[in-house]
């Protein structure tokens, strides 16, 4: 069992990492986001394995009931996270805050830190990579 929470983390993280390419994603709503798509990998496995029996209420307060495995799954990648951003360079770490905290577009990134639009996508780029890589070595991503 311990092995399926594992794996299922580094799911969700995968599955957080990829979205978060596509999409800003604020401090606030990775909570949320994180339980819908444990939510919807958990519907997707039971229909996958032909398990679908009528999910009631019953069933779905097992999932929502969930708050405090949530709350340290979100703290843990969370930490991380922080953690490999701390290793960055200054102008790195402050294209990621303003880009995904702040809501920044790189035109704007590049004009208040006097940088080409062409080096706030790579300096992005590269601290995604630097992120995903982090997180590899603490195991929390494969």
Do not use: P
């Amino acid at each position: 069992m311990k092995h399926l929470k594992t794996f299922y983390r580094k799911l969700l993280l995968i599955y957080l990492i990829e979205y978060s390419k596509k999409v800003t994603i604020n401090h606030d709503t990775v909570k949320s986001l994180l339980y819908r798509t444990a939510h919807n990998l958990s519907i997707n496995y039971l229909k996958k394995n032909e398990r679908t029996e009528s999910l009631d209420d019953d069933n779905h307060s097992l999932i929502t009931n969930n708050d405090v495995y949530e709350d340290l799954l979100t703290q843990e990648i969370t930490n991380e996270v922080l953690n490999a951003l701390q290793e960055l360079d200054t102008i790195s770490r402050s294209i990621f805050i303003l880009k995904r905290d702040n809501n920044y577009t790189n035109e704007e990134i590049a004009k208040l830190l006097n940088i080409s639009e062409r080096t706030v996508r790579r300096k992005l780029q590269s601290t995604l990579s630097h992120i995903l890589l982090h997180l590899k070595n603490k195991g929390l991503y494969e």
